[in-house]
């Protein structure tokens, strides 16, 4: 499946709009990870898990996204976003979100 952030495809016509499609997905750090978190906070930097959790997360929240299209019938995604927040303060939610579409390639 073709997932875009933009409006339209190069070389492509939109021939039917499926509608709104989500894939979401919350995750939580386990308390080894926090703690770790936590110590590397103090010296300051990148802090590895969190972004290893948070990559995991977008992976499986577009995963879902796609898979959801899938299920209305479409072949493309256009407008894919992500969107983050927390939900208290050990847990993640990621939103991969975008408009289901079906696609044809033009002529020539």
Same mark, same amino acid.
């Given at each position: 499946?073709?997932?875009?952030?933009?409006?339209?495809?190069?070389?492509?016509?939109?021939?039917?709009?499926?509608?709104?499609?989500?894939?979401?997905?919350?995750?939580?750090?386990?308390?080894?990870?926090?703690?770790?978190?936590?110590?590397?906070?103090?010296?300051?930097?990148?802090?590895?898990?969190?972004?290893?959790?948070?990559?995991?997360?977008?992976?499986? #929240?577009?995963?879902?996204? !796609? *898979?959801?299209?899938? $299920?209305? /019938?479409?072949?493309?995604?256009?407008?894919?976003?992500?969107?983050?927040?927390?939900?208290?303060?050990?847990?993640?939610?990621?939103? #991969?979100?975008?408009?289901? !579409? *079906?696609?044809?390639? $033009?002529? /020539?």
């Amino acid at each position: 499946m073709l997932v875009v952030t933009t409006e339209n495809v190069a070389g492509h016509r939109i021939t039917e709009v499926k509608g709104q499609v989500f894939g979401v997905v919350v995750r939580s750090r386990g308390l080894a990870g926090n703690i770790l978190a936590g110590l590397r906070s103090i010296i300051g930097g990148e802090i590895t898990e969190y972004t290893q959790l948070l990559e995991q997360a977008r992976r499986h #929240a577009l995963d879902r996204m !796609v *898979k959801n299209a899938s $299920l209305m /019938g479409a072949n493309a995604v256009v407008m894919m976003r992500f969107d983050s927040s927390e939900m208290g303060q050990t847990m993640s939610e990621i939103v #991969a979100y975008g408009t289901a !579409v *079906k696609i044809e390639q $033009l002529p /020539g």
